[in-house]
Structure formats: structure tokens, C-alpha cells
């Protein structure tokens, strides 16, 4: 979590009051098709989202590895749809922005208008420039292809429908709720994915245009093998036929086959560019970044805001740049705790949501938390559908900002979690524990096999001590081998080190 004020549904309502289809060129295909928007408009509500996309997960502070990314992208973006001889002109001139987000979940998603993410995480899972060229022309053949434009059309959704369907057109093609770590309830609201026809679209333009830059476009595969294997580790591969995804597996087979039609087209495909690629890797964050927040024995510590809270053993934390929510086992009941940059005080924050219309307030009250001022109230409220919910504010005071838990779950079972919800917000202290205060990351390293070895035998023989779970099967996967795979000497490794 970081200083900022910001709620994640307002990404996805930006732009409500535009609803009027609009007709124009495509410029992929020269046709003039219906769409969502008007390419004004996507410009406009990818412009307005981006902000939000960055304050909510975060930017990775590393400019040399994001003017990287960056090139990379431009370089795909000058032989697109975007620039060629018979580009409509509505589009050109059309800026693109690639941007590396401070996120562990592999992803890649593009917003209307241009904006293409990347996650440190997917970037960790690459081996070379090849395949970080095929991803992000995939990406840019979203865009240009408007396919969120499309399904808001189609389906008829509005505003919701083409912003939910930008990020819910994922790369990777899990479930919405992995889709940077986004709660489930706010994915399966927002997140409406491309179709399978979209994806194998932009799977063709990724090619092409990688192809066309003179990248070794089939190398895009082994991405996709990695992708394959994670979904069936963690349990959520999706068969093919439900999905509205092509299966890992048929992109991993495909993606060669679209690169040999274009060197039989004489494209030669040369480059992959392994070593300046791990250059750009090395020292980069691996999985979670415990300074902005971790659990550990029940609690939540942020060392770098020095505080911590406890929270209900079979409560589920879900930890982001702007919250933390901690979700009921049975998500029925959630505690939410947010800065608030606005507020003079613990008792302003509490009013400032009490005063919103259709809130009731039942009391309010001062109090203290652990020797900090705080302020509490009861209020009750309706949802659209008519349930009734009841909340439990509570705003403390804490080196010089504003932390605001908001505590609810229906009516009838607030009497089964006032407790749990005071038992998280009464326990907000400093975090003075240096063990904790002083936590780093874990790092990768790239390095160069100076033997030859199974993979696992290359592993750190210490990696129970590092500040986060490091699993030995995560990190194979990472690096496109199995743990028993042999490894020559001179192969790039990405390993991690603390």
C-alpha cells in the first residue's frame, strides 16, 4: 500500500456518459465496422484510466528498464497497422505509451487509445527481447484492432463493458481475480474478457509484427509453455472449450506456425536479443515487495509506513498500492482500510463517509487505538438489490495521516463479525519490531551457467530464509525449464538472491 487516495471502481466508470456506437474504418482490415466509441473517445478514456492504472498498482521505479520496454514497443508500433501507407486517418498520429508496472502477477493488458502494461512479474518470465516483442505486439494488436471497442458494442455493457474488457483481455487468460491481484467480487463486476477470435487476432498481429522487426517470432511459444504450466500449478487451468481464451497449449503450437508463414513471406528471423535482455532483468524485485506490506502469524506489516493490524486467521488480506482488504473467509464480510490524504482529522474521515446520502448513522464516538486518537461510528445503508448492510467506521490518527478502515457485511450477520472488525481496527499500532522494520526483497540475478548441472542444482541452498516464499518448481518455471532439466554451460539463469 501507498499514500494515495484512490478507488478502484473509478477506472472502469470513466467516460459513463458517452453510449453512442460509432461507425469508422478499421484499420486492420480497411473495413468500416460499428464500435463502442469513436477512436476520439478511446483516446480519451484510455488517457483518464492510465492515470488511475498507475496510482492504483504503481509504476516500477527503474527508468532504464522502462525506456526498454518502451523501445521495444515503439519498435513494434512503427511497423503496425498504426503506420502504414493505407492507415485511416483518424488514426494517425496516435501516441502509444508502454509502461512496467510494480506488480508480481504475470500480465500484460492494453487500455483503449494506446496504452500498453506490463508487469514485472510477466517481464521476469521472459527469457529474451524475442519474446517480450511478441507480447507486446500482442498487445498492440488489441488496440488497434479495438477490440474493447468491439465487445462494448457488442454486448451492449457501456462505459463498463470497454474498460472491464481492456484489462479483462489479459495475456495470460486466468481468471479476472488474478488479473494483478484484483479482488474476485470487483473482477467478476468488471472484468469482461475478450473473445477467443480476439485473442487469436492479436496472437497473428504479435507475430507479424515481431516478424517483421526481424525478432525470432516463434520463440513467443515458450512463453506460452511457461503460462500453460502455471495455470495447471496453481490449479486454475480452464479447459479449452469454457474458456473464452485459447488454451496455452494451442498458442504455444500456433504462435511457430504464424512464424514460418512470414519467412516464407522472406522475413528472416534472426534476433532475440537473449543478452541485453537479462542485462535489463538483473537486480529487478522478484514476487512480492514485503516493504510495501506483507502477513506474516496473523498480522499485516507495511515497514516502509511502520504499521501493523491484525486480522482473522482465515480472513484473506488482499494487499494493493492505494488498500489492504481483509475478506471473510466466506467473503461475506470485508474490512477495508484506506488513506485518507483529505481529511483534518479521524473524525472528519468518519463523517465524510456518513455523510454520503443514503447512509444512516446509528453513533459515533471518540476513542483510542494503542495510544493514537481515533474516531468510530455505526451506520446502516442499501444496496441497489435491497440488503441491508451495516458498517463499522474507524479512522485513526497515525504520523501524520488518516487511515480509515471501512468494516461491512450484511444486517443480519453483523452481530457475527462487530467482533473480528473490531478486533482488526482496535489492534492498528506503530510497527516497531526492527526485524520487520528492516525487511528487503528478493532480487533476481542473472548470471551465466559456469557449469553444467540439473537446474535445481544451481538453486540457493537457503531459500526458507528469504523474506518471501520462494518455490523451487516457481522459479523453473520462471526460467522455461524443468528442475531436472540439464542446464549448459554459458545459459542465462535468473536466480534469486537476498
Given at each position: 500500500?501507498?499514500?494515495?487516495?484512490?478507488?478502484?471502481?473509478?477506472?472502469?466508470?470513466?467516460?459513463?456518459?458517452?453510449?453512442?456506437?460509432?461507425?469508422?474504418?478499421?484499420?486492420?482490415?480497411?473495413?468500416?465496422?460499428?464500435?463502442?466509441?469513436?477512436?476520439?473517445?478511446?483516446?480519451?478514456?484510455?488517457?483518464?484510466?492510465?492515470?488511475?492504472?498507475?496510482?492504483?498498482?504503481?509504476?516500477?521505479?527503474?527508468?532504464?528498464?522502462?525506456?526498454?520496454?518502451?523501445?521495444?514497443?515503439?519498435?513494434?508500433?512503427?511497423?503496425?497497422?498504426?503506420?502504414?501507407?493505407?492507415?485511416?486517418?483518424?488514426?494517425?498520429?496516435?501516441?502509444?505509451?508502454?509502461?512496467?508496472?510494480?506488480?508480481?502477477?504475470?500480465?500484460?493488458?492494453?487500455?483503449?487509445?494506446?496504452y500498453i502494461y506490463v508487469t514485472r512479474g510477466l517481464l521476469s518470465h521472459l527469457d529474451n527481447e524475442a519474446q517480450l516483442s511478441v507480447v507486446l505486439g500482442h498487445e498492440i494488436g488489441h488496440?488497434?484492432?479495438?477490440?474493447?471497442?468491439?465487445?462494448?458494442?457488442?454486448?451492449?455493457?457501456?462505459?463498463?463493458?470497454?474498460?472491464?474488457?481492456?484489462?479483462?483481455?489479459?495475456?495470460?487468460?486466468?481468471?479476472?481475480?488474478?488479473?494483478?491481484?484484483?479482488?474476485?467480487?470487483?473482477?467478476?463486476?468488471?472484468?469482461?474478457?475478450?473473445?477467443?477470435?480476439?485473442?487469436?487476432?492479436?496472437?497473428?498481429?504479435?507475430?507479424?509484427?515481431?516478424?517483421?522487426?526481424?525478432?525470432?517470432?516463434?520463440?513467443?511459444?515458450?512463453?506460452?509453455?511457461?503460462?500453460?504450466?502455471?495455470?495447471?500449478?496453481?490449479?486454475?487451468?480452464?479447459?479449452?472449450?469454457?474458456?473464452?481464451?485459447?488454451?496455452?497449449?494451442?498458442?504455444?503450437?500456433?504462435?511457430?506456425?504464424?512464424?514460418?508463414?512470414?519467412?516464407?513471406?522472406?522475413?528472416?528471423?534472426?534476433?532475440?536479443?537473449?543478452?541485453?535482455?537479462?542485462?535489463?532483468?538483473?537486480?529487478?524485485?522478484?514476487?512480492?515487495?514485503?516493504?510495501?506490506?506483507?502477513?506474516?502469524?496473523?498480522?499485516?506489516?507495511?515497514?516502509?509506513?511502520?504499521?501493523?493490524?491484525?486480522?482473522?486467521?482465515?480472513?484473506?488480506?488482499?494487499?494493493?498500492?492505494?488498500?489492504?482488504?481483509?475478506?471473510?473467509?466466506?467473503?461475506?464480510?470485508?474490512?477495508?482500510?484506506?488513506?485518507?490524504?483529505?481529511?483534518?482529522?479521524?473524525?472528519?474521515?468518519?463523517?465524510?463517509?456518513?455523510?454520503?446520502?443514503?447512509?444512516?448513522?446509528?453513533?459515533?464516538?471518540?476513542?483510542?487505538?494503542?495510544?493514537?486518537?481515533?474516531?468510530?461510528?455505526?451506520?446502516?445503508?442499501?444496496?441497489?438489490?435491497?440488503?441491508?448492510?451495516?458498517?463499522?467506521?474507524?479512522?485513526?490518527?497515525?504520523?501524520?495521516?488518516?487511515?480509515?478502515?471501512?468494516?461491512?457485511?450484511?444486517?443480519?450477520?453483523?452481530?457475527?463479525?462487530?467482533?473480528?472488525?473490531?478486533?482488526?481496527?482496535?489492534?492498528?499500532?506503530?510497527?516497531?519490531?526492527?526485524?520487520?522494520?528492516?525487511?528487503?526483497?528478493?532480487?533476481?540475478?542473472?548470471?551465466?551457467?559456469?557449469?553444467?548441472?540439473?537446474?535445481?542444482?544451481?538453486?540457493?541452498?537457503?531459500?526458507?530464509?528469504?523474506?518471501?516464499?520462494?518455490?523451487?518448481?516457481?522459479?523453473?518455471?520462471?526460467?522455461?525449464?524443468?528442475?531436472?532439466?540439464?542446464?549448459?554451460?554459458?545459459?542465462?539463469?535468473?536466480?534469486?538472491?537476498?
Amino acid at each position: 500500500m501507498r499514500p494515495i487516495i484512490s478507488n478502484i471502481w473509478l477506472i472502469f466508470m470513466l467516460g459513463l456518459l458517452v453510449s453512442a456506437c460509432s461507425i469508422q474504418e478499421s484499420a486492420i482490415s480497411g473495413e468500416r465496422r460499428a464500435y463502442g466509441y469513436s477512436w476520439d473517445q478511446e483516446k480519451q478514456i484510455g488517457k483518464d484510466a492510465d492515470q488511475q492504472i498507475q496510482q492504483q498498482y504503481g509504476v516500477y521505479d527503474n527508468d532504464e528498464l522502462q525506456a526498454y520496454v518502451e523501445n521495444i514497443g515503439q519498435e513494434m508500433l512503427a511497423v503496425s497497422h498504426m503506420n502504414r501507407a493505407d492507415t485511416p486517418a483518424e488514426y494517425e498520429g496516435t501516441d502509444f505509451y508502454f509502461r512496467v508496472l510494480d506488480s508480481p502477477v504475470v500480465n500484460a493488458f492494453a487500455l483503449p487509445g494506446g496504452y500498453i502494461y506490463v508487469t514485472r512479474g510477466l517481464l521476469s518470465h521472459l527469457d529474451n527481447e524475442a519474446q517480450l516483442s511478441v507480447v507486446l505486439g500482442h498487445e498492440i494488436g488489441h488496440v488497434i484492432a479495438r477490440h474493447a471497442s468491439q465487445r462494448a458494442f457488442e454486448q451492449q455493457m457501456g462505459q463498463i463493458a470497454l474498460i472491464g474488457g481492456a484489462i479483462g483481455g489479459e495475456l495470460l487468460g486466468l481468471p479476472g481475480g488474478d488479473i494483478l491481484g484484483i479482488g474476485s467480487q470487483a473482477a467478476q463486476l468488471l472484468f469482461l474478457s475478450y473473445s477467443r477470435d480476439d485473442e487469436r487476432e492479436s496472437d497473428r498481429l504479435g507475430v507479424e509484427y515481431a516478424a517483421m522487426q526481424q525478432y525470432e517470432a516463434a520463440e513467443g511459444a515458450q512463453f506460452f509453455v511457461s503460462l500453460e504450466r502455471m495455470s495447471k500449478q496453481s490449479g486454475q487451468s480452464i479447459p479449452d472449450w469454457q474458456s473464452t481464451h485459447p488454451d496455452p497449449g494451442e498458442r504455444a503450437r500456433s504462435i511457430p506456425e504464424l512464424a514460418e508463414e512470414w519467412k516464407a513471406k522472406g522475413y528472416e528471423q534472426t534476433i532475440d536479443n537473449t543478452d541485453q535482455y537479462m542485462g535489463k532483468l538483473d537486480n529487478m524485485i522478484y514476487g512480492e515487495n514485503p516493504r510495501e506490506g506483507f502477513t506474516r502469524n496473523g498480522h499485516f506489516y507495511h515497514p516502509d509506513m511502520k504499521f501493523q493490524f491484525p486480522y482473522p486467521e482465515d480472513w484473506q488480506v488482499v494487499n494493493q498500492r492505494s488498500l489492504v482488504a481483509v475478506v471473510s473467509g466466506d467473503q461475506d464480510a470485508v474490512s477495508i482500510m484506506t488513506l485518507d490524504g483529505e481529511s483534518a482529522g479521524a473524525e472528519a474521515s468518519v463523517n465524510e463517509f456518513l455523510n454520503q446520502e443514503g447512509i444512516t448513522t446509528l453513533g459515533k464516538s471518540d476513542t483510542q487505538s494503542n495510544g493514537l486518537s481515533a474516531y468510530r461510528a455505526e451506520a446502516t445503508g442499501q444496496t441497489e438489490d435491497g440488503t441491508q448492510l451495516k458498517f463499522y467506521l474507524y479512522a485513526i490518527e497515525y504520523d501524520g495521516s488518516i487511515y480509515r478502515f471501512l468494516n461491512y457485511t450484511t444486517a443480519e450477520k453483523y452481530g457475527t463479525y462487530a467482533s473480528r472488525f473490531d478486533e482488526i481496527t482496535s489492534g492498528f499500532k506503530q510497527l516497531t519490531d526492527s526485524g520487520i522494520l528492516n525487511i528487503q526483497p528478493v532480487r533476481l540475478q542473472a548470471v551465466k551457467a559456469s557449469r553444467s548441472g540439473t537446474f535445481q542444482s544451481f538453486l540457493p541452498g537457503n531459500l526458507e530464509s528469504y523474506s518471501i516464499t520462494v518455490s523451487p518448481e516457481d522459479l523453473a518455471i520462471m526460467n522455461q525449464v524443468g528442475l531436472d532439466e540439464q542446464i549448459d554451460a554459458g545459459t542465462w539463469l535468473k536466480l534469486p538472491t537476498q
